[in-house]
């Protein structure tokens, strides 16, 4: 092979390899992060109500600085609660209120679930995360006679977060939108056996 | 003088056969370049140009995904397990939390109904009517730091505190001066704006595909303080 034709090859291989070194990178991108969100909500993991994110500003007081989001929305409150599904399945308790409140189920891949307080049973939305054999195990302890309010999701991953969005459409319904993120609690369900012995 | 004649035409030869020597060299390298050598040079091309470009793709907005209606270019699948690996990307860097199909749709302007950037100089008129949402919100998204020295007076409109015409059509006047009516003040005194439209708890967000232009609010400039 002539100097100039390995020298070719070197070229086009080394392109090739920029191709895969390129749809790699980008594909490891979510999993190494280490400031993203999913990484984030680790910090506030043992709350038993949501991780403030974006805190609105009320009156003369500005944002908090814990606000990581890059553009937040003004307007919504946003609260963040991380679950780890190895420890139990995780049970999201919102009152719903005046103002419209949002719960979104994010995994690794994304958000599986999104739900709103339209869907609120008697002034509660219950909403339980659990694995494909947390579900199967809820199922079958079930009480055929009683009717649970709850949502059961099965998450696809252990570990995600589910986000909370409450809306002020009005400046004045700020704080009220900053206590109601604050209010919705974040529990790990207590296993089946404990609440069938107690 | 004769010394300054000598060195006049040696450094006149010298700078035009600089290039001719460059590629010279390169091509006595290629020529003499061992196996190990080319090898590391494929391994350092395919790192750097992979590294840079994957930067690239992934670093501020999402590269693709968007549908463009009008001015606006709606974002409805970068939070859903169905987004592409570019966006996850692009949120992970960014720590965002994009919203979920079921929750809502951002929809983003950076230019105007004429195709011309949005400019902090000028002032706009955005009007007309959303698509059906539960609320919505229009904000100012970033592009730059907020001007410090300007009082941050008002960073959007939701769909409650919004004036509308008798017959629901609004008109926001986003402008550096004081308007009469939907005043939304411009952050900085110049640069590039984008506007962010959020709709919250809308059917929208499952078929963005077919939203039509008359259904998004219209942004035309109305002049330039020049």
């Known amino acids: 092979m002539t ?84 420890e139990g399945p995780m049970r999201v308790s919102a009152r719903t209120g005046p103002l419209m409140l949002s719960l979104a189920v994010h995994g690794r891949r994304g958000a599986f679930y999104a739900v709103t307080d339209q869907a609120a049973v008697r002034g509660g939305l219950d909403l339980v995360v659990l694995t494909r054999a947390q579900y199967d195990e809820a199922l079958a302890n079930a009480d055929e006679n009683d009717v649970t309010r709850d949502v059961r999701i099965v998450a696809p991953d252990a570990k995600g977060y589910v986000v909370v969005r409450v809306i002020a459409a009005l400046p004045s319904q700020r704080p009220a939108a900053n206590a109601a993120v604050q209010a919705v609690s974040c529990t790990v369900d207590l296993p089946v056996e404990d609440k069938a012995g107690g | 003088m004769n010394a300054a004649d000598r060195a006049a035409p040696d450094r006149r030869a010298r700078a035009d056969g600089t290039p001719g020597r460059v590629v010279g060299a390169v091509r006595r390298a290629i020529r003499r370049a061992s196996t190990v050598s080319l090898i590391l040079y494929t391994l350092a091309l395919g790192a750097g140009i992979g590294l840079a470009t994957a930067d690239y793709a992934t670093r501020g907005g999402y ?36 919203l979920a199909v079921g929750e809502g749709m951002l929809l983003t302007a950076a230019q105007d109904d004429a195709g011309q950037g949005l400019d902090a100089a000028c002032t706009y008129a955005i009007a007309g009517i959303t698509p059906p949402a539960r609320a919505w919100t229009v904000t100012i998204a970033g592009r730059g730091p907020r001007d410090p020295a300007q009082p941050s007076l008002r960073e959007g409109f939701t769909s409650t505190e919004i004036l509308r015409e008798s017959d629901g059509r609004f008109v926001i006047t986003l402008s550096p001066e004081v308007q009469p009516g939907n005043w939304l003040p411009m952050p900085r005194a110049s640069g590039p704006v984008r506007l962010a439209l959020r709709l919250y708890d809308t059917p929208v967000a499952a078929s963005a595909g077919t939203l039509d232009r008359a259904a998004l609010p219209a942004i035309t400039r109305t002049g330039c303080a020049a």
């Open chain 1, 3 to 86: 100097p100039r034709g390995r020298f070719l090859l070197a070229t086009t291989t080394g392109l090739v390899l920029a191709g895969l070194v390129h749809i790699g990178v980008v594909l490891l991108i979510p999993r190494l992060a280490e400031a993203d969100s999913l990484s984030r909500a680790r910090v506030g993991e043992t709350l038993d109500h949501a991780m403030p994110v974006y805190t609105l500003a009320t009156g003369d007081t500005a944002s908090p600085p814990e606000a990581w989001l890059p553009i937040p929305d003004p307007a919504v409150a946003v609260g963040i609660c991380a679950y780890d599904l190895t």
């Open chain 2, 63 to 98: 590269p693709f995904g968007g549908v463009t209606v009008g001015a606006w270019t709606a974002w409805p699948r970068t939070g859903s397990v169905g987004a592409d690996p570019y966006a996850r990307a692009v949120n992970a860097r960014r720590s965002e939390i994009p």
